[in-house]
T-cell receptor, first 112, second 111 residues
């Protein structure tokens, strides 16, 4: 089973609203990362949070990590139509070998 | 600086044919990965490599083989393609505990 599971699977909001996506994982991690994918394209790295960090900011992005609950959230503030994309969390783990595992993603649609 | 380059970008195969996908990175990264992405789904790890000459199985390795003879190249092979292998394949490289850099993907259709 996949390490990361995003919630919700899909999210539709109005421009200017905030969007929150959640990610849960199963095993211990070195770090957790969020990526964005525009339709049919490669993934672009957004932000990385290490296992000893609890919160991180980058522009309009805010990521939190709760290792006790094995969960993370990505908040996009003041969303724009251009934020429409799929967002994936990825966990880097040493469990069973050093690797990076992705979740199924949240599809965000921001209406202008 | 090209980053991660995948070739080819598109390919149509007949069932039973073989092919090799090439991933090349120019960032001197140790770790390289092959993922597949099916419609509406996330990326599933096929095989990965933590250094030149090493490979390991990921989540969905069956039907694929890989080789990492040179640090900058990671090859993914399909020995006998099946329709279930129709997918978009992404390669990524990582320098360890950092962000993954992705290629633009290879869209493979097996008929």
């Amino acid at each position: 089973s996949q390490q990361g599971e995003e919630d919700p699977q899909a999210l539709s909001i109005q421009e200017g609203e905030n969007a929150t996506m959640n990610c849960s994982y199963k095993t211990s991690i070195n770090n957790l990362q969020w990526y964005r994918q525009n339709s049919g394209r490669g993934l672009v790295h957004l932000i990385l949070i290490r296992s000893n960090e609890r919160e991180k900011h980058s522009g309009r992005l805010r990521v939190t990590l709760d290792t006790s609950k094995k969960s993370s959230s990505l908040l996009i503030t003041a969303s724009r139509a251009a934020d429409t994309a799929s967002y994936f969390c990825a966990t880097e783990t040493n469990t069973g070998g050093f690797k990076t595992i992705f979740g199924a993603g949240t599809r965000l649609f921001v209406k202008a | 600086n090209a980053g991660v380059t995948q070739t080819p970008k598109f390919r149509v195969l007949k069932t039973g044919q073989s092919m090799t996908l090439l991933c090349a990175q120019d960032m001197n990264h140790e770790y390289m990965y092959w993922y597949r992405q099916d419609p509406g789904m996330g990326l599933r790890l096929i095989h990965y490599s933590v250094g030149e000459g090493t490979t390991a199985k990921g989540e969905v390795p069956d039907g694929y083989n890989v080789s990492r003879l040179k640090k900058q190249n990671f090859l993914l092979g399909l020995e006998s393609a099946a329709p279930s292998q129709t997918s978009v394949y992404f390669c990524a490289s990582i320098q360890g505990q950092g962000e993954a850099f992705f290629g633009q993907g290879t869209r493979l259709t097996v008929v």
